[in-house]
């Protein structure tokens, strides 16, 4: 168990160097800069533009500008903000907040509905009931995530006469209107991950119903319950344990869109404001924080599932 700690612990921290540069250079292959921004359409004052780009250390070479970044970065220092002169980790520490709330909300919900629904498609394979399951998968997986807020938003309005509150709310200070300002973009993002759990979770039962020791099970007499729940499901957990964490991590990437949709001040907002505003250190934070996390969740998945089944563990 060691070693392979040690090998994913190697393998972790490669893939966050990697990830620090190709963050770094996509901000650079950003067209335009904050010094463009700035100047606007009278940059024809050529002192100005190379005051503004040695003030914001531009005028220096991509590398050296890109190992400062990182020396800064492995001390916690993810620089200070362009724009609003506020410590970039500050920003990233209150913007967590809500994008952690709503990724966690959404895992639950889409793992509560999800789950359940591939069981039952799996378990009635080849009837209506599976059809009715799998017609709502291939809906849920289609439907851009986008699409579906904006749905929401607008038929709640119009047909319920209702639209969630716009100012936020920490659950700490308002629960209730914590979650009403929530209620829809969970909604949204749990729509494609319940879609995709219970598409997996159907596949998992149907080759699992159709083992050996099922059948078994069957001849034995056990009630469904049994055969179902307490031999089927036991090795479905498995490689649902993996995939749970990819959904989470999917659910990160979907913040971006959700939270500017709903105007929620998670880490999803933060990174498109500061690339309207090509603010560099507010976005390379903010990306390589999420970054990190993703990293941070395939490898505790990894432990996790060698922990649950020896037979990985070198």
């Given amino acids: 168990m060691a070693v392979m700690l040690a090998r994913r612990l190697g393998s972790a921290a490669a893939a966050a160097l990697l990830s620090a540069l190709a963050v770094f250079l996509l901000m650079r292959a950003v067209p335009g800069d904050i010094v463009g921004q700035m100047l606007g359409q009278s940059g024809t004052d050529r002192s100005a533009e190379e005051a503004l780009r040695a003030f914001f250390g531009l005028d220096r070479p991509v590398h050296a500008q890109f190992l400062d970044w990182l020396g800064r970065t492995l001390t916690g220092d993810l620089g200070t903000s362009w724009y609003q002169g506020r ?13 952690a709330q709503l990724a966690l909300l959404t895992l639950a919900v889409s793992t509560l509905i999800g ?3 591939g069981m039952l498609a799996g378990i009635r394979e080849g009837t209506r009931l599976d059809t009715a399951i799998q017609t709502f998968n291939l809906l849920g997986l289609s439907a851009p ?7 929401l ?9 209702w639209s969630p509150p716009f100012i936020w709310r920490d659950f700490a200070d308002d629960p209730a209107e914590n979650l009403a300002i929530m209620l829809l973009p969970v909604i949204s993002l749990a729509i494609l991950q319940a879609a995709a759990y219970s598409q997996f979770v159907r596949g998992l039962m149907v080759a699992e119903l159709r083992r050996e020791h099922i059948r078994t099970a069957i001849a034995k007499g056990l009630t469904p319950r ?3 729940f307490k031999h089927a499901l036991r090795n479905v957990l498995i490689p649902l344990t993996t995939f749970m964490g990819l959904i989470l991590v999917q659910i990160l990437g979907g913040v971006v869109v959700i939270e500017s949709l709903f105007s929620l001040p998670g880490l999803g907002r933060l990174i498109l404001s500061g690339l309207q505003g090509r603010d560099y250190p507010v976005v390379q934070g903010a990306l390589l924080f999420v970054v ?4 941070g969740i395939n490898l505790l998945v990894d432990l996790l599932y060698a922990a649950i089944d020896p037979r990985l563990r070198p």
């Fill in 145 to 151: 995530v986008f699409w579906v807020g904006l749905m």
């Fill in 226 to 228: 049994e055969i179902y």
């Fill in 292 to 295: 990190l996390i993703a990293i």
């Fill in 153 to 161: 938003l607008v038929g709640a309005s119009a047909f319920l006469g």
């Fill in 87 to 99: 410590r970039v980790t500050a920003m990233v520490a209150e913007a967590f907040g809500v994008t």
């Fill in 115 to 117: 789950v359940p629904l």
